[in-house]
């Protein structure tokens, strides 16, 4: 399979996830989702823009964030609170865990099954749970 016909099957597969989630598929949209939904990854919306444009699309740093939100508020991605500074966007919408690393800023995946929670408090009267978010914050051993 060549490059471009790999790429095009990138972008149709991303079409019918959009689909799926109702999300009308305009070029913008699917050149967005297709650069996030390509591998497994994290990317924050910055780097997105950055590829964006580095790929020679002209687009606003509005345009994308709201994309983003579009995605994520339809689950098409998974918006992640890492570390309050900026908004990271998972392209694996299966449950897991991260770990971030503080020095280099990588998050890494961690499986469900690898962590387990011996005690939560009971949620509010009302309410249940809809998920739990883990980060565990890596850095460098002092050798
Ligand atoms: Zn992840």
């Given at each position: 399979m060549s490059a471009s016909a790999s790429s095009e099957a990138v972008a149709t597969n991303c079409q019918q996830r959009m689909a799926d989630c109702g999300i009308r598929p305009t070029a913008q949209r699917v050149r967005i989702a297709t650069l996030l939904l390509c591998e497994p990854q994290h990317l924050s919306a910055e780097q997105i823009l950055a590829s964006l444009r580095a790929s020679g699309a002209r687009v606003s740093k509005a345009t994308v964030y709201n994309t983003l939100n579009l995605f994520a508020s339809r689950g098409l991605i998974r918006q992640l609170s890492v570390d309050g500074t900026r908004a990271w966007f998972d392209s694996n919408v299966d449950a897991h865990y991260h770990f971030h690393?503080?020095?280099?800023?990588a998050l890494i995946d961690v499986p469900v099954p690898d962590v387990e929670f011996s005690r939560l408090p009971p949620p509010p009267p009302g309410t249940e749970v809809e998920g739990i978010d883990l980060v565990i914050r890596l850095r460098k051993k002092a050798s």
């Open positions: 690393d503080v020095s280099s800023g």
